[in-house]
C-alpha cells in the first residue's frame, strides 16, 4: 500500500522551530512534485509551498517566505518542511502531499499524508 507518512508536529513557541518530515513508502515511482499544504482551525486549506522532483526549484506562499524552507531527499522519497521564527499563526494540520506516477493507471496521481499538527503558542 503506497502511503506518505508524516511525523515531527508539536507544540512550540513563538519564535521557536520545527522540522516536519513526509516520507512515501510501498510501490511508488517517478515521484514529482512534493509539497505541503496546511490548514488552520475554521479555514481553508491552503498551500505552504512546494518543491520539483530534482529539489531545484521551491515555490512558497507569501505568508512564510523566508522563514520556512521546503527540502527533498529522493533516495529516501522524504520531504522535509524546516520552520523557523514561528508565529501563533502558522498554528495549522500540515498535510504533506506527493504528485507521483501509477503505472496501473498511466497517469499522475496525488497522495496526501494524514496530516500533523503544528500549535504555536507561549
Known amino acids: 500500500q503506497v502511503q506518505l507518512v508524516e511525523s515531527g508536529g508539536g507544540k512550540v513557541q513563538p519564535g521557536g522551530s520545527l522540522r516536519l518530515s513526509c516520507a512515501a513508502s510501498?510501490?511508488?515511482?517517478?515521484?514529482?512534485?512534493m509539497g505541503w499544504y496546511r490548514q488552520a482551525p475554521g479555514r481553508e486549506r491552503e498551500l505552504v509551498g512546494h518543491i520539483s522532483s530534482g529539489g531545484g526549484s521551491t515555490n512558497y506562499a507569501d505568508s512564510v517566505k523566508g522563514r520556512f524552507t521546503i527540502s527533498r531527499d529522493n533516495a529516501k522519497n522524504t520531504v522535509y518542511l524546516q520552520m523557523i521564527n514561528l508565529k501563533p499563526e502558522d498554528t495549522a494540520v500540515y498535510y504533506c502531499y506527493a504528485d507521483y506516477y501509477d503505472r496501473i493507471r498511466s497517469r499522475y496521481l496525488r497522495l496526501w499524508g494524514q496530516g500533523t499538527l503544528v500549535t504555536v503558542s507561549s
Open positions: 510501498g510501490s511508488i515511482f517517478n515521484i514529482n512534485v
